[in-house]
């Protein structure tokens, strides 16, 4: 009969999730289509607070709601 220590199989177990969860990340990263970041035109990211919001109007400068901040619409 096979004997087992337990505290080797509940490191063993323990990190086969973290390991598979790992993976999957990975898979899942690799076959994301590069565009998907650019495929929302309405929303903007203020780069001094980082509030992401909608960008309603066509404007050359758009104002961060939170910090009342201009941002460049470049």
Same mark, same amino acid.
Request: aromatic share 16%; hydrophobic share 40%.
């Given at each position: 009969?096979?004997? @087992?220590?337990? #505290?080797? #199989?509940? !490191?063993? @177990? #323990? =990190?086969? !999730? &973290? +390991?598979?969860? *790992?993976? %999957?990340? !990975?898979?899942? /990263? =690799? ?7 650019? =495929?929302?035109?309405? +929303?903007?990211?203020? &780069?001094?607070?980082?509030?992401? *919001? *909608? %960008? *309603?109007?066509? %404007? /050359?400068?758009? %104002?961060? &709601?939170?910090?009342?901040? @201009?941002?460049?619409?470049?």
């Amino acid at each position: 009969m096979i004997r @087992l220590d337990f #505290t080797l #199989t509940m !490191i063993a @177990l #323990t =990190s086969l !999730i &973290p +390991i598979l969860v *790992f993976f %999957k990340w !990975i898979f899942y /990263t =690799s076959n994301r289509n590069e565009n998907s970041e650019n =495929s929302h035109e309405g +929303i903007e990211q203020c &780069p001094f607070c980082t509030y992401l *919001f *909608f %960008k *309603f109007q066509n %404007k /050359t400068f758009a %104002k961060c &709601p939170r910090c009342q901040s @201009l941002i460049s619409g470049e």
